[in-house]
């Protein structure tokens, strides 16, 4: 073990390696800014810096407390965590409903992940111009079409679906497309072809990172191919 410490001592960096990482991007970027990768690696740091602030501020909150403690935040604030929130919220609630089989619990999980879906829709008309806008429309969208799929009306998660597609272009968006193959699949699978295809091609159109990934989906669904992300096992409904 002493031997082991001493290894790891001589090889303590002391710099800040993350920083340093980021500077080395930035530059690249300013070089070429067609760097499709940098800037994708830039977009997922600053998505998870985000995230550890909004952590931060919760991680001593009891689950059914998080809620209002988010709803006292500054809106601008609120603004920033509110579609991840409502992910993570979801997320819980098939955990719970899945692995735990505790509906109640899934239930009260997927309660929060629409109120933080619907926070960010109603929040997001005063924040146009800022830089998480599109991201806020597009995920609180999914989320509400997962949860209302979860419910049984599925014209209301098309509804969602395609309401989600219209995102404007946003910089998370382009290099970062979250969670949308939990409600296409899904949908897919109870007949939703043609709405699931319309889907995927006008996201492809503002995505940068997902845009062949998208094009491919929807050109397999055509040809009657399942996607990859088609759902295997039996669902809950």
């Known amino acids: 073990m002493t031997h082991d410490r001493g290894l790891y001592e001589e090889h303590k960096i002391d710099f800040d390696a993350v920083a340093l990482g980021k500077s080395y991007l930035e530059r690249a970027l300013q070089l070429n800014p067609q760097l499709v990768y940098a800037r994708s690696v830039l977009v997922q740091q600053r998505i998870a810096d985000r995230n ?62 629409r109120k933080y879906a ?11 111009d800022n830089s998480n806008y599109g991201t806020a429309i597009y995920m609180g969208n999914i989320v509400l079409g997962m949860v209302t799929f979860r419910e049984g009306n599925k014209q209301a998660a098309v509804n969602y679906m395609l309401a989600a ?24 699978k109870y007949g939703e072809r043609e709405s699931v295809i319309e889907f995927l091609e006008r996201v492809a159109q503002v995505s940068v990172m997902a845009k062949t990934q998208l094009l491919d989906a929807a050109s397999q669904i055509r040809r009657g191919i399942q996607p990859n992300w088609y759902p295997r ?4 409904q």
Do not use: C
């Open 52 to 113: 550890r602030s909004m952590r931060e501020i919760l991680r001593n909150v009891p689950r059914e407390s998080q809620y209002q403690t988010v709803s006292a935040l500054p809106e601008g604030e609120r603004f920033s965590f509110l579609p991840e929130l409502a992910i993570e919220a979801y997320m819980e609630g098939e955990s719970a409903d899945y692995y735990k089989k505790d509906q109640a619990g899934a239930k009260a999980a997927w309660e929060r992940a």
């Open 165 to 188: 597609s219209h995102a404007p272009a946003a910089e998370d968006l382009d290099y970062y497309i979250p969670f949308h193959t939990r409600l296409t699949g899904y949908l897919l």
């Open 233 to 236: 096992d039996k669902t809950n």
């Open 118 to 128: 619907q926070d960010a829709l109603q929040l997001a008309p005063k924040f146009r």
